[in-house]
């Protein structure tokens, strides 16, 4: 386990998932990533920008954290059986290398709430039905859980309350919608043969000071190996606190 030197992490999720903000975030920048191929070389362009086309053997790192390296899917839900294959083989064999530097050591499946009323599709079902990751923990990470607000006032506006009265309860609002979606994501994804081992909230990703530590602790809470949650906690950059409160843990 001290042999490995970065957390590598594979991102899941439909276009316009805010995946790349996520990143940055993790990692305290506003750059792009930069993209590395298999063997070191540095991609010119962010292929996976090019619609239809991506190559998930692709590793995206951030010069603000290099510890962290990413793999990024994007998005099979239109993609064919053999992107999705292939997906699923990459996992398969990222996730039972021998070569201790290669290995993925968490998936983060990223569901927007932009489009809520659909976010558990045949692409997720069939994902979490048909794709074992063995010991590689899932983390269903909601993304763009902001736009609920807009969602928030309709409900109230059909309650009958007017919005310069109601702004007390547009949070209240907005917090019952969350809660009741994120049961619905995990009583259908809860049925599937398997399920996500983790479930985290984001908000606020627009924002370069968003907070990202409920995702650190979510990722480090299901990894299986105490040695990959101190390599998480030591190269996460986010929180502070989580590097305190888990020192005092152990």
Known sequence: ?????????????RANAGKTTI????????EKPEIFDGEGNKVRSYECSQRGYHNIEHELMFQSNPGFVFHDSCGFEAGSTQQFDQMRNFVVDRGATTKVN?????IWFC??????????????????????????PVILVLTKVDTLNLDAIGELEDEGWKIEEAQGKIAEKERELL???????????????????GYVSLQKMH?????????????????????????????QQSSIALCIQYAVQK
């Open 207 to 235: 924002q370069e000071s968003a907070d990202c530590s409920a995702l650190m602790q979510c990722t480090a809470n299901v990894l299986n190996e105490e040695g990959l949650q101190r390599l998480l906690i030591s190269t």
């Open 23 to 30: 990143l940055q975030r993790v990692c305290n920048s506003t």
């Open 179 to 197: 809660e009741k979606w994120l049961g619905y994501i995990k009583h259908r994804l809860g049925r599937c043969k398997f399920p996500p081992r």
């Open 1 to 13: 386990m001290k042999n490995i030197k970065r957390f590598r992490v594979l991102v899941m999720g």
């Open 111 to 136: 569901i927007p709430m932009t489009d809520y009323h659909r976010t558990v599709t045949a692409a997720e079902q069939k994902f979490f039905n048909e794709c074992d990751t063995g010991h590689v």
């Open 102 to 106: 290669e290995c993925i050591h968490a």
